[in-house]
Antibody, heavy 117, light 107 residues
Framework: EVQLVESGGGLVQPGRSLKLSCAASGFTFSDYAMAWVRQAPKKGLEWVATIIYDGSSTYYRDSVKGRFTISRDNAKSTLYLQMDSLRSEDTATYYC??????????WGQGVMVTVSS | DIQMTQSPSFLSASVGDRVTINCKASQNINRYLNWYQQKLGEAPKLLIYNANSLQTGIPSRFSGSGSGTDFTLTISSLQPEDVATYFCLQHNSWPYTFGAGTKLELK
């Protein structure tokens, strides 16, 4: 059974950093691209970042470029999102998602990040 | 960015009803459109990929259609367990973008 479990969320002050993790199991992690998607309170979903299967290429939405870094450790079957210079508008539930050629197929349950002083 | 306009935003229907939800893309996305179901407190679940392909394990009452800019998710006979929020996603071009969601409730 495919499982994606996010962790590392919480309350953080504006301008500070936070690192999210997503532990994957039930599939060969190194075969898949992975992504982070977020949903702000009472707002729609936003694609944040993607990393291909071997980590050699990454993609970011414009609003997080230069502040967020997506990475992966295939030996540990874990996806990461390093979030620096956090802003109030980054407040959201963050989901990790496995991404196949047909788009994202499995998602985690999400982790909440609140940016507030 | 490609804009995805989803309608309706809210839907109330009875058990056994045929339900349709629509997504319109601001430009041609071929068939690169997925539909997801999200129940309260749960992870989103993939229902339909590439416009009309049923994900493994999803009941056959769910179906998808469309290509280009106009897409539809149909539930042929609504069941109580279908109460959820449904959303579409285009994965034709970066950044992938989502519809705003349709909250489906039982009448």
């Amino acid at each position: 059974e495919v499982q994606l479990v996010e962790s590392g969320g919480g309350l953080v002050q504006p301008g500070r950093s936070l690192k999210l993790s997503c532990a994957a199991s039930g599939f060969t992690f190194s075969d898949y691209a992975m992504a982070w998607v977020r949903q702000a309170p009472k707002k729609g979903l936003e694609w944040v970042a993607t990393i291909i299967y071997d980590g050699s290429s990454t993609y970011y939405r414009d609003s997080v470029k230069g502040r967020f870094t997506i990475s992966r450790d295939n030996a540990k079957s874990t996806l990461y999102l390093q979030m620096d210079s956090l802003r109030s508008e980054d407040t959201a539930t963050y989901y990790c998602a496995r991404t196949a050629g047909t788009g994202p197929d499995y998602w985690g349950q999400g982790v909440m990040v609140t940016v507030s002083s | 960015d490609i804009q995805m306009t989803q309608s309706p935003s809210f839907l109330s229907a009875s058990v056994g009803d045929r339900v349709t939800i629509n997504c319109k893309a601001s430009q041609n996305i071929n068939r690169y459109l997925n539909w997801y179901q999200q129940k309260l407190g749960e992870a989103p679940k993939l229902l339909i990929y590439n416009a009309n392909s049923l994900q493994t394990g999803i009941p056959s009452r769910f179906s998808g259609s469309g290509s280009g800019t106009d897409f539809t998710l149909t539930i042929s006979s609504l069941q109580p367990e279908d109460v959820a929020t449904y959303f579409c996603l285009q994965h034709n071009s970066w950044p992938y973008t989502f519809g705003a969601g349709t909250k489906l409730e039982l009448k």
